[in-house]
């Protein structure tokens, strides 16, 4: 069984920082991917981040630059830390877990509230 755990969400003004955390149980973080989708009020849900199992990262452009995403494989935990906010980023961020054949394994999202 996979489960994924959010944590770190809130409020933040424009310009300002949060560090999103995502709590993985299951074998199945250490090695594979894992990852951060975003979902703002109105719109679909899109691709955020990436890091492979040994480090290898992938940016949406529209964070590239601003967000880093990291884990911690002996914790089974991963990290988006965000920073210069602006209100575009406010939305439901989902961490996610890429198995082995193709599936995804979701978290149950926590909030993101950005404000000008």
């Known amino acids: 069984q996979v489960q994924l755990v959010e944590s770190g969400g809130g409020l933040a003004q424009a310009g300002g920082s949060l560090r999103l955390s995502c709590a993985a149980s299951?074998?199945?973080?250490?090695?594979?991917?894992m990852g951060w989708y975003r979902q703002a009020p109105g719109k679909q849900r899109e691709f955020v981040a990436s890091?492979?199992?040994?480090?290898?990262?992938s940016y949406a452009d529209s964070v590239k630059g601003r967000f880093s995403i990291s884990r911690e494989n002996a914790k089974n935990t991963g990290y988006l830390q965000m920073s210069s906010l602006k209100p575009e980023d406010t939305g439901v961020y989902y961490c996610?877990?890429?198995?082995?054949?193709?599936?995804?394994?979701w978290g149950q999202g926590t909030q993101v509230t950005v404000s000008s």
């Open positions: 996610v877990v890429f198995g082995n054949y193709g599936q995804i394994y």
């Open positions: 299951g074998s199945i973080f250490s090695g594979n991917g």
């Open positions: 890091i492979t199992s040994s480090g290898t990262t």
